[in-house]
């Protein structure tokens, strides 16, 4: 069991190697870099010496390249992404940072909820087959996840924040709000995230539920669960215990993509709420053109995707006996 861990883990270190080093060659195959993009953006000319210091500020070097990914990997270490182009001179670490904290906050969250409703949902529905909950509840979901996510958020905050009144219209908080560990602002950020957390988990629920109920119904007629029942198992046990437990798995594997996803925000939610997530970051940086901060982005999102299915894996190796290595 613990050499497939290992052999895994090691699976996952080189992976996550290679995108380092990706994220170290396309920035410097592309056109233009950090300095360029500075120096653009002033008003006057600016003179050799500005130059220098702004390419000593965001580790723009002629170095040779092998020197310049050995400086590359040691601040990667110290956890120095470089400076924001458009956010000058913030880090770039804290700028992801700050981002990073609404989008867990808001597509985490939404994300958790969707997959725990819409999963345990599925399991009763095919326990229940040709009941009232199989009957509505899967047309319906799948109805309303068909429709466009954009389309639905702008709806929703047409209804509710427009016309009725009952949201926010916009950001996370108030803007007359400091940022705090107070009930006040918890429950501004609160009211903030409840209409787009609940476009997210409308738009994402029938997925999960659709895809555990169709599992469900071909793990129940499996011979597993015929014997269960013939040892006289209780109902609850023989649902949780045995058939829902083995049609968990795919859904679980979706899940860990989609929990490694969610650092690269929730990205339609977050313009259509205008929401500071690492989604919105992203956009901004692509029209800013802010390449360091991109770089960090993308790192972080391939990172996070990563350790993800690897969590997944092991979760996967815990649950389906399957799965392992046999003596």
């Known amino acids: 069991m613990s050499r497939l861990v290992l052999a895994r883990l090691g699976f996952y270190l080189v992976a996550a190697w290679a995108a380092l080093t990706l994220n170290f060659l396309v920035p410097r195959l592309m056109p233009g870099d950090a300095t360029t993009v500075m120096a653009g953006r002033m008003s006057a000319s600016a003179s050799p010496e500005q130059i220098a210091a702004m390419r000593a500020a965001f580790g723009d070097t002629d170095a040779p390249l092998h020197?310049?990914?050995?400086?590359?990997?040691?601040?990667?270490?110290?956890?120095?992404?470089?400076?924001?182009?458009?956010?000058?001179p913030a880090?770039?670490?804290?700028?992801?940072?700050?981002?990073?904290?609404?989008?867990?906050?808001?597509?985490?969250?939404?994300?958790?909820?969707?997959?725990?409703?819409?999963?345990?949902?599925?399991v009763l529905a095919a326990w229940r087959r040709s009941g009232w909950l199989d009957a509505v509840l899967p047309p319906v979901l799948a109805l309303s996840g068909a429709f466009p996510y954009f389309w639905l958020a702008m709806l929703a905050l047409h209804l509710f924040g427009f016309t009725l009144g009952w949201t926010p219209l916009r950001h996370a908080y108030c803007d007359h709000l400091e940022p705090g560990w107070s009930l006040r602002f918890a429950v501004d950020v609160v009211q903030h995230a409840a209409l787009p957390a609940l476009t997210i988990v409308v738009a994402t629920i029938g997925g999960w539920l659709l895809s555990m109920r169709n599992t469900m119904i071909g793990v129940l007629g499996t011979?597993?669960?015929?014997?269960?029942?013939a040892k006289g198992l209780s109902s609850r046990r023989v649902l949780w215990a045995y058939a829902a437990r083995n049609a968990i798995l795919p859904n679980l594997t979706s899940f860990g993509m989609a929990l490694g996803f969610v650092l690269g925000g929730s990205l339609l939610t977050e313009i259509v709420f205008s929401y500071p997530g690492t989604g919105y970051l992203l956009i901004q940086a692509v029209?800013?053109?802010?390449?360091?901060?991109?770089?960090?982005?993308?790192?972080?999102?391939?990172?996070?995707?990563?350790?993800?299915?690897?969590?997944?894996d092991l979760l996967t190796l815990a649950l389906d006996p399957r799965t392992r290595p046999h003596a």
């Open 287 to 312: 029209r800013t053109q802010d390449y360091p901060l991109m770089q960090g982005l993308f790192l972080a999102i391939t990172l996070a995707v990563l350790a993800a299915n690897f969590l997944v």
């Open 223 to 229: 011979e597993q669960i015929t014997l269960a029942r």
């Open 67 to 88: 020197e310049q990914y050995v400086t590359y990997l040691g601040d990667l270490a110290r956890g120095d992404l470089g400076r924001s182009t458009s956010q000058y």
């Open 91 to 122: 880090r770039v670490v804290d700028v992801i940072a700050t981002g990073l904290v609404w989008t867990l906050a808001l597509g985490g969250v939404a994300l958790v909820l969707s997959f725990v409703l819409g999963t345990a949902l599925g």
